[in-house]
């Protein structure tokens, strides 16, 4: 049972009767739900996952204390805390008592601080550039299962994805990277030998593809240890995981070097091929550094369309 579904039969069968039983003043001002650190957050949790922080439990989220008072909370927190300890044969583990739990009662201006610095969510166009878009998938994934007052879903909301101009300077800046590391570097490291440099190289043009997939997809790329996991399930061009996968994963030598170059080009053209269709590149060029001042070209504020094209990278 994935960590998602297990935390929402915990709080179908013991939850929600507390709060109905105990709380019914504060139950129009609750969301409940789990979302935040965690594989299980994510739907990427699996039997290896279980070997920590692994648990039936879910967070209630609070507004500020001009609403639900602290004392409130620590009311709703200490019933929180009494509910079974085991679950479906999994144990519960204890709260801190100063703060920093994945489940439990969360003040919701607290969870969006900690997740991208403002506690409504609300993001400069430097902060979007700023915050990790791991972080921003944090503060966005999981499932509500109940959301009584709104607050929560409404910053989610505007949470769920990149403004359009940011998305188009990553994009632009990334596909630079991925010519200068894969196209240009790589080739060049290999003919003088520098069999580790031209590693380097590859890791960098892997690890900007990869970014390039995601913003291509409109989705929040992940942490690294689920970048593979995640790209594998997206619409578009799930494709590379495989060949992605190759360059990082093979040596350097001469033919393994030249079987690297030609898959190098062909990620390429697949990448150009679904800029085409998203009519983000009117480039005609086979190399993505075309592509990358065309994509800039079609930012429309003129602040971050002159900011350098490396600037979001």
Known sequence: MKGIELAEKFYKE???????ESFPHLKPYLAIGLSGS???????????????DFEPGFCIFLPDESTVSRRDAFLLERAYAKLPKEFLGLARQPLNPVGGNRHGVIRIHDFFRDKTGDENGELTTRGWFLVSEQFLLEATNGKIFADHFGLLSSIRQKLSYLPEDVRLKKLAGNLLLM??????????????GETGAAQLAMGEFVNAALKVVFLLNRK????????????????????????????????????????KAESIEKIAADIIGQLKKQALSSASSESLEAHA????DKITDPEIRNLHIMYAV
């Open 179 to 192: 010519a200068q590391a894969g196209q240009y570097n790589y080739p060049r490291c290999i003919k003088r």
């Open 14 to 20: 013991y939850g929600e009767k507390m709060i109905e």
């Open 293 to 296: 001042y065309s994509v800039n």
């Open 220 to 259: 929040y790329i992940p942490y690294y240890k689920w970048v593979f996991k995640a790209l594998r399930d997206l619409a578009v061009l799930s494709s590379l995981s495989l060949p992605l996968e190759f360059l990082l994963s093979s040596g350097n030598g001469d033919a393994e070097s030249k079987a």
């Open 38 to 52: 965690g594989s299980e957050c994510m739907g990427f949790d699996d039997a290896i996952s279980r070997d920590h």
